[in-house]
């Protein structure tokens, strides 16, 4: 099972649809399949050592005492149970999750709000008419929706995640 990491006013709160089961199991999210760990590093809003986060037990170390902690980061999905595909969700499974995400931004406050992929953010929304990148602000937080991080060209994710990281005062302009 996940322990999702939130804190207070984190930098960016990192939101995806749902774990995979492998993630689940190690209760990490993205340790799955660690892209999205890689690109992190790569894009400069965290700072760690390839072979620790090729490692699950190292991962799981950075992930429950780093991210939030040092980085100021947080993570959390719409939907906590864990499928091997978003195919295998329910309609309707993501209510419950909305109002959770909603609750969270507001009480957290961060400065940028991440969602990994456009099903993601249209889970959240309801709405399917949007693009990728910025969206309309949720209450004082900025609102980005990146491609998801496992199919596709490294470069695009990298530059997305250095433009989520400069808002959120995490990298140089």
């Given at each position: 099972m996940i322990k999702y990491a939130v804190s207070r006013r984190p930098r960016i709160m990192f939101v995806g649809i749902n774990p995979h089961y492998g993630s689940y199991r190690r209760g990490v999210p993205f340790s799955n399949n660690k892209m999205f760990w890689y690109l992190l590093n790569r894009s400069g809003i965290i700072d760690e050592s390839m072979d620790d986060l090729k490692r699950d037990e190292s991962l799981r170390r950075?992930?429950?005492?780093?991210?939030?902690?040092?980085?100021?980061?947080?993570?959390?999905?719409?939907?906590?149970?864990?499928?091997?595909?978003?195919?295998?969700?329910?309609k309707g499974e993501e209510l419950p999750g909305r109002?959770?995400?909603?609750?969270?931004?507001?009480?957290?406050?961060?400065?940028?709000?991440?969602?990994?992929?456009?099903?993601?953010?249209?889970?959240?929304?309801?709405?399917?008419?949007?693009?990728?990148?910025?969206q309309k602000g949720i209450g004082g937080s900025r609102?980005?929706?990146?491609?998801?991080?496992?199919?596709?060209?490294?470069?695009?994710r990298l530059r997305e995640l250095r433009e989520v990281g400069r808002a959120a005062g995490i990298l140089g302009r």
């Open positions: 950075i992930y429950k005492s780093r991210f939030a902690q040092t980085y100021n980061l947080n993570f959390t999905n719409i939907i906590t149970r864990p499928s091997r595909t978003v195919a295998q969700l329910r109002l959770r995400i909603a609750r969270l931004i507001s009480e957290c406050r961060p400065k940028v709000v991440c969602f990994i992929g456009k099903i993601t953010y249209m889970k959240f929304t309801g709405n399917s008419d949007f693009g990728f990148g910025w609102v980005y929706v990146m491609h998801f991080p496992i199919r596709g060209m490294a470069s695009i």
